[in-house]
Structures are given as structure tokens and as C-alpha cells.
């Protein structure tokens, strides 16, 4: 016991004690000045705003900024915004952001995207027009031909041009219904329809 307490009260432990505590603050030192530059501390940019820009000159403005950024689909075609232009950001403009932080942006498609034309023949009107709403298409028109089934749907058109189940449009494209007014054709007719 007296060896231990000999040693602890001797000048080598006190010493090594010293280069230790001395070491140790050096090396706490160097990693804090060495976060501080790595993490950029105390230096903000500010998020430009990139909306309606295109991609091209939106990639001047974040290099400008020193930020990166990646791009993410899109799968909304929004008609305030010119094609392949930014209409989202994320962080948003104004924001303060460190140097080289990443911004993710959305890029508006060339156009609405296309759905299926839904199976409506021999449907009623009703239900022909709620399915189409169903998949983003509108009726524009309900035009009316003598046939048997009234209100039931027997073909529809797209632009004037007679389409078909399973065709596919753009989105909130209109259509024209054209239904039965519950008025027997005549033979005239019945043959003018299956040409």
C-alpha cells in the first residue's frame, strides 16, 4: 500500500497526468476546428427561388448559390408552368441552408399524362360520366342519336374523332358522350350508324 501511495505522489505520474490532459485538449481542439470547417459552421446561403425556371437555367442559379441539387419526377402536368420548368422546390426559396446543401426539385412534364379510356359503352350516361371522372377526363358534350336504350351510351367521341375503350388521351381531356334518346331508328339511320 505504501508503494501505491508512493508512486501516486510521484513526479512521473503527475508528469504523464500533465501530457495527457495537455494531449488530450490539443486533439479536442483539432477535431472541433476540423468539424467547424468540414460541416461549414455559421456559413448560410440563401435557397434561391427556382419556380418557373428551366432546368438548364436553374442549374446556373444553384451552382451560382454553391448548392447541389437533384431532380424527382414528376408525374402532375400543371398548366401555369411552362413545360420542363421547376414547380416545386424543397427546401423552399428564402430559406437559409448551409453551402452545398442538396435541393430537391420537381419538374413539370411536357404534358398530362395519359389514362385509359374506360369500358362506357352500354353504360348509362350517369355512370359513363362518373367513370370518366373517375380516371381525370371530363364530358364536355352529351349529344343524342335515335336509339332504343336512352341515356345509354353507344359511343364516345375525342376531338371530333370517334374512339374506343382502351384508347389512351391526356388527362382532363374532354369527351363527347353520344347516348340513345330512347327513339327506335330507322332503317335509314341503322345503316348510316354501322357504316
Known amino acids: 500500500m505504501k508503494?501505491?501511495?508512493?508512486?501516486?505522489?510521484?513526479?512521473a505520474l503527475l508528469v504523464n497526468l500533465a501530457v495527457a490532459i495537455v494531449f488530450g485538449i490539443v486533439i479536442v481542439v483539432l477535431a472541433l476546428?476540423?468539424?467547424?470547417?468540414?460541416?461549414?459552421?455559421g456559413n448560410f446561403v440563401e435557397v434561391p427561388d427556382l419556380?418557373?425556371?428551366?432546368?438548364?437555367?436553374?442549374?446556373?442559379?444553384?451552382?451560382?448559390?454553391?448548392l447541389r441539387y437533384e431532380v424527382l419526377d414528376s408525374a402532375n402536368f400543371n398548366p401555369d408552368y411552362p413545360r420542363f420548368s421547376i414547380i416545386e422546390q424543397n427546401p423552399p426559396a428564402g430559406n437559409k441552408v448551409k453551402k452545398h446543401r442538396k435541393i430537391y426539385v420537381t419538374v413539370n412534364p411536357s404534358g398530362y399524362k395519359k389514362v385509359t379510356v374506360p369500358k362506357i359503352i352500354q353504360v348509362t350516361q350517369r355512370n359513363a360520366t362518373s367513370m370518366l371522372r373517375a380516371v381525370g377526363?371530363?364530358?364536355?358534350?352529351?349529344?343524342?342519336?335515335?336509339?332504343?336504350?336512352?341515356?345509354?351510351?353507344?359511343?364516345?367521341?375525342?376531338?371530333?374523332?370517334?374512339?374506343?375503350e382502351g384508347d389512351k388521351v391526356p388527362k382532363t381531356s374532354?369527351?363527347?358522350?353520344?347516348?340513345?334518346?330512347?327513339?327506335?331508328?330507322?332503317?335509314?339511320?341503322?345503316?348510316?350508324?354501322?357504316?
Open 137 to 164: 377526363l371530363d364530358v364536355a358534350r352529351v349529344t343524342y342519336i335515335d336509339q332504343l336504350g336512352k341515356d345509354m351510351v353507344y359511343y364516345i367521341k375525342y376531338k371530333g374523332k370517334r374512339i374506343n
Open 51 to 66: 419556380a418557373k425556371l428551366s432546368v438548364m437555367d436553374m442549374r446556373e442559379v444553384i451552382e451560382e448559390a454553391d
Open 3 to 11: 508503494q501505491l501511495w508512493r508512486f501516486i505522489k510521484s513526479k
Open 174 to 195: 374532354k369527351i363527347e358522350l353520344v347516348c340513345g334518346n330512347g327513339v327506335i331508328p330507322s332503317r335509314a339511320q341503322i345503316k348510316a350508324d354501322s357504316q
Open 33 to 41: 476546428q476540423w468539424l467547424k470547417q468540414s460541416t461549414h459552421h
